[in-house]
């Protein structure tokens, strides 16, 4: 949530920022707003809305040397200009933008006032600034050591960027619990929540470690700690291209990235499995065997969509591998004092890698002596370093705020998982594993070849529901967290109410909202429990409920139960979830769409949830 970015250097800093702030967008989009330095002080312009309407009070003859920007997702403080960021101090020499939290700002925020400090704006961020201004008149210290100074009495996530009137040429950044990265480029230094908003000029980056303080000159760059111990800057090379962050030819990020699984699914899949479909590559499995082989219990913990796909890999885990899985909301397992100790594995999975919920979870497991093992998308993220075992999804950039590629990709990833583990712990028969393994390799081919028809099937049944209230997601098995799923999705970008459920659950209380304007889209893909799903199909049309069915290719059975059948390809039932998700996406999809919504920024939602 909230994205920050700065530049250092010989292009005008100005454009430079509105365009990176554009492309951290999906981290926040309620307010943005941008500062830099004027010959003798500090000239800024903030807006309540989208960088759009920051972008349209920025003047093309603008130009600067530094600059720092800032786009918002309002936690202290409701969406407006003076909550906007930057935040100066009280005599308007410093300037801050934030992202994170500031814990004990209200006990620092009454020390100020006692000593005549007046804020302009209801935030943390404003509090913060201003300790770092009083550090500095009283310490009469210089920037870098304010902050230092200043940090050592926050408790909360951060990461910042602070700038100077008194100094022209230089910025301070500073990162605990939120990303921020530095790009290095040649006599000029950029700083981000992620890469998106540098990869165009540089590929070269620092991540930064938490409790590490950098002073950013135009030539020079110094890390320390807070507590003054210097660093070695660590310069890493990036792996992304500027078209995946680029929505080329589609209309929406979201619509490229459900088009892209196909592609995605091949990645997470590469140079993992065996040519011969007899073994499965997963260096952070095959190489701790010993903590799967003796473990009690694996506990997976995500939020939002990856905790979907966490449920799956509970069907998959204790399915194929046959250890025992339980699967929590990272925000619920830390509140609850979970029995995870030593011989327990933990498995955090996260798209961004900086869900806040999922970081606390992992400190908790790692405190209790459990073996965390991370699956991301984002390489070098919070929760990638967290954990230190793991494995990375490789889908390629992200930007829709609703999860799509993600979902599948981490599915792969599990079935993988629960391969590997159940080859070594031989859970799984050789012939069973590589029938598994082999769809696995085909399915991509599968997915892009239903993707057009799927499309336009989904396209023309939005228009028919556009203006449902509610919808109801049905399935059983490994396809009931495909429904929660779907749900989720329906309710993210549309704003209709949907409800999950497992279909034998339905008549248990969700049976009673069936009527003739209440759409229910059940997945009849599974085997084992095809009948039953298709006598909860039944029980639907006995009340008069719009069907729309999800089956597998010639199924023809539903075809005088529901009111609408989409045959998806026919596939090992352990890895429907990969091919059922899609038409949910696409029906969600097209139905925000119709009703005019803005599926790639959502109202509220943010992609990247670094708050508790
Ligand atoms: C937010 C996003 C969701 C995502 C969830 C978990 O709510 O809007 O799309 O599923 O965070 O994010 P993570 O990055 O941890 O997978």
């Known amino acids: 949530m909230c994205g920050i970015v700065a530049y250092n250097g010989k292009q005008n800093a100005i454009p430079l920022i509105i365009s990176g702030l554009e492309r951290l ?16 002080n500090l000239e800024f312009i903030k807006k309540s809305g989208k960088v759009k309407v920051l972008k349209s009070h920025i003047s093309t003859d603008l130009n600067a040397q530094l600059a720092i920007g800032h786009t918002r997702w309002a936690t202290h403080g409701k969406p407006s200009d ?87 040429n230089s910025l301070v950044v500073a990162k605990k619990g939120s990303p921020l990265l530095i790009g290095v480029g040649d006599e000029e230094y950029f700083v981000a929540s992620d890469a998106a908003p540098f990869i165009q000029h540089t590929k070269n980056v620092i991540y930064l470690n938490d409790g590490e303080i950098a002073e950013i000159g135009l030539k020079h760059l110094e890390i320390r700690t807070i507590s003054n111990e210097l660093k070695t800057p660590y310069i890493q090379k990036l792996n992304i291209e500027l078209d995946q962050i680029e929505k080329g030819d589609y209309e929406t990020f979201m619509l490229k990235e459900i088009y892209e699984q196909p592609n995605a699914i091949l990645e997470t899949l590469r140079g993992r499995i065996s040519p011969d479909f007899n073994f499965v590559k997963l260096r952070g499995v095959n190489e701790n065997i010993e903590f799967f082989q003796n ?7 995500a939020c939002g969509t990856s905790w979907h796909a966490g449920l799956v890999g509970e069907y998959l885990i204790e399915g194929i591998a046959k250890v025992p899985v339980e699967v929590e909301y990272a925000s619920e397992f830390l509140y609850r004092n979970p029995l995870v100790s030593k011989n327990d594995i933990v498995i955090a999975i996260s798209q961004s890698g900086e869900t806040a919920d999922t970081l606390s979870a992992i400190s908790l497991a790692k405190k209790r002596g459990a073996f965390v093992y991370g699956i991301c998308n ?43 583990i159940g080859k070594l712990k031989k859970s799984i028969s050789d012939d069973e594993f590589q029938i598994i393994s082999k769809e696995l390799f085909s399915i991509s081919k599968k997915i892009q070849s239903s993707l057009d028809s799927i499309n336009k099937q989904t396209q023309k049944l939005a228009k028919l529901y556009k203006n449902a209230k509610n919808f109801l997601y049905l399935g059983r098995g490994i396809s009931f967290p495909v429904a929660l799923e779907g749900a989720l999705k329906l309710k993210e970008i549309s704003y209709i109410h949907a409800e999950g459920y497992p279909a034998a659950e339905m008549k248990h209380g969700p049976i009673a909202l069936i009527d003739k304007n209440m759409p229910t889209v059940i997945i009849a893909t599974n085997k084992p429990n095809y009948e039953k799903v298709v006598a909860n199909a039944e029980e639907i049309k006995a009340r008069s409920g719009k069907l729309i069915a999800i089956v ?6 539903m075809n005088n139960i529901a009111d609408h059948i989409i045959q998806v390809p026919e596939t090992h039932d352990f890895l429907t979830p990969l091919i059922t998700a899609i038409p949910l996406q696409l029906l969600s999809y097209h139905i925000a769409k119709i009703r005019g919504c803005d599926v790639d920024q959502p109202r509220n939602l943010a992609k990247s949830v670094t708050v508790e």
């Open 25 to 40: 967008e999906y981290r926040g989009y309620d307010s943005a707003g941008i500062a830099w330095h004027n010959t003798k």
């Open 82 to 168: 003076e909550n906007a960021h930057p935040h100066f101090s009280i005599d308007n020499n410093l300037a801050i933008i934030h992202n994170g939290i500031i814990e004990n700002y209200a006990a620092i925020k009454e020390g100020l006032q006692n000593r005549g400090y007046k804020f302009k704006s209801q935030t943390d961020t404003e509090v913060l600034i201003n300790l770092i201004q009083d550090v500095k008149k009283n310490e009469k210290t210089n920037l870098f050591q304010s902050v230092q100074l200043a940090l050592s009495q926050i408790i909360g996530a951060y990461a910042i960027a602070v700038i100077d009137t008194n100094s022209p």
């Open 295 to 301: 473990t009690n219990k694996i506990t997976i913990v």
């Open 378 to 420: 984002v390489v070098g993220s919070s929760i990638a370093r967290a954990t230190t075992v793991g494995t990375y999804m490789h889908a390629g950039p992200e930007i829709g705020v609703a999860s799509t590629k993600s979902f599948t990709s981490q599915v792969t990833t599990l079935v993988l998982m629960a391969l590997s």
């Open 552 to 557: 597998s290719q010639d199924d023809n059975n």
